[in-house]
Structures are given as structure tokens and as C-alpha cells.
């Protein structure tokens, strides 16, 4: 299958995938959602109503949202003075959280439908019982007839635990639910070949079967003026959800009754399709919520073993290790270019990796004076990338 599909293909998967998804996340960014003035209104009430009309079908959503700084500056009178950094702005957050859910609330209310709220930050889903934890919650909220409505808790989102930005939420979030698709809400049309404002041969992109180097340059490093994403986060974010065995769409989220459009089969935006062998909840969680302590440096032997045959990760195909970091936690492994080829959990602490690195198996307890197992990392923890 090729990267890029026909227009008339494209229309046949689409079709096919937004008849069947059941279960959906949308996430709406800040450069759709607001203005210099705070909210838009016009687009709240709009993606109350599209929520609400994909809900009575039967179908369950999520709703990821950004915007609660600028619902907080709406609500202050800053200094033009005052320089606004990390501080000001989750202090903004703070202020303006509970303005954009009483807005949603509103919105939504006028449709019949009840919304929770959840903050989440990264350490939220880093750790594998509060992982589960948060999809409990959702689940039971699904249960009860609620639209959850999450965003990021800005007020205490250091840079450890960031998410980056709301489309990497919104993945992840897409995969922990096992959703059937993601809809990426922002102020661009739809991915481009080249870019329309100064290349006359730039063509839009309707469907993608897998997101390459290739499609990931098309998006280029362009941000919107109110976005912290862009639209090579938000690549990132369909490659996430692709992986895990989920669709996605990027499209125009100022256009009137988008998703109504979208569900009854307007070419609009540009669609990813699922991938062919998707990865296993768990491996998803370590490949792509997990961030590494550390780097594991692999000859070509080790490389091959885990790439090709399916391998445990031992001892004896380790160059290098890079960082510092205990039993259980995640690493990445590279090949001698440096080039990622897997993620896993190790079972040996790097200063222990250090002693027993380019050693067989056999030799691990005489170096260490004790040997846990065999593997370095096994290959029920271990992710090819």
C-alpha cells in the first residue's frame, strides 16, 4: 500500500472507518478555540452541537481541549509590562479553568448532555496503576452518559510533567481507551504536499496509509501563532494513534458542523489509516507514554536479534550506556548511528549495565555477585521503533 491513496480510495476507507468507529476523541487546539479576546464562542457552540449529534448516534467521546489561558487572561487585566512565562501562564490556567468548563457546560447543556472534567499531567500516565486508573474513570463516566472533557493541569505541569501539548494528550489518551479514532480540530485545512502559500504545485493530502519521513516532512515546522503543537505534533499524534490500531483526521475546526460533515462523507481535511499490526496496549504504553532515563548503545548483532528475530536484549550485544537509571525503568536502545530501533524496561540498574555490558549471560553473577535473569531487557517489555 502506498503512502499517499486516491482520492477515490481514500473516500472508500474513510467511509468505512467513520461507519464503524464507536468510540472517538476530539481535540480542539487553542488556535481554533480562542481569540485575542479569550473564547470563541461561536466554536464552543459548535463543537457542543457535533459532540452532542455524534453522541446520539450512539457513539461514545471524549472531548481534549486547550484554553484555559486564554480564558484567564480574559478575566485579568495584565501590565503590558509584565513578561508572561511558565509561572504566569499556569497561574492564568488556574484562573482560567473553571470559565472554559462553565462555558462547555452551558454549551453542552443547551444539548442535554452532562460533561466531566479531568486535569491530567504526564506523570498521570507514566505510572501503570494510575494509567489503568484514568481509564477506569473514563469508562464509568462513559457508563453514565458523560462527555469527559480533559485537559492538561497547566497550574502543575512542570517540565517533567508536560505532555508537550494537547495533541500528544490527545493520542495518548486515544490509545489508553482504545478509541477508534482521533479527530485533530485546528486552524489549518489539511496536510499539503508543499505549502500553499508559496509553492503553486502544492496539493492537498486526503488520506494517508502510514505516516513516513516523507509525510512528516510535508508538515514542516510551521506553528500557529496561538498553538504550542503545530501541524508536525500533530503527525506525531496520528503515528501514536495509528500504532496503537486507530484512525485519525486533521482538518478545518472553525468550519460549521465539521464532524456532521466528516461522518456523512465530505472530502474535508486529511485522514490516517490504522496500522496493519497494531501494538499491544501495554508495549504502546512503554514505546510511547514512558520516557527514557537512559540510552542502550547495541552492536549489529543485538540490532538483528531484536529487529529481525524477535529477540531478548542480553548482556553481550551492549556498546554503551548512556544515563542513569534503576530496574524497571525505560530506556531506548540505538544502533551504533544512533539511530532508535527499540524501548523497553530494564532488568539491571545502569550501574550494573555498566559492569556486566559486551559480557555473555553466563558471566553476569560473577561480575555482579548475583544475576536476576538472563535478559537485560526481555522481549515481552522490549518494542521495536
Known sequence: MTTQISREDGLYYRQTLFDKAKRIVVKVGSAVLTTESGINQNVVDNIARDLSFLKDTGREVILVTSGAVAAGRKKIILSDTLKVGLKEKQALAAIGQSCLMQTYDDAFQRHGKIISQLLLTHADLASRDRYLNVRNTILTLFRFGAIPIINENDPVSGDELRFGDNDTLGALITNLIEADMFICLTDVDCLYTGNPLSDPLARPVYTVSRVTPEIEAMAGNTKSALGTGGM?????????????????????GRQDAILQKLFSGEMIGTFFLPAEDKIHRRKHWIAYVLRPKGYLVLDDGACAALSRHGKSLLSSGILEVRGEFGVGDAVHCLDINNKLIAAGLVNYSSLNLDLIKKHHSDEIESLLGFKDCDEVIHRDNLVLL
Do not use: L, N, T
Open 232 to 252: 508536525q505534533s500533530k503527525i506525531r499524534a496520528a503515528k501514536m494513534v495509528s500504532a496503537g490500531g486507530g484512525s485519525s483526521f486533521i482538518g478545518p
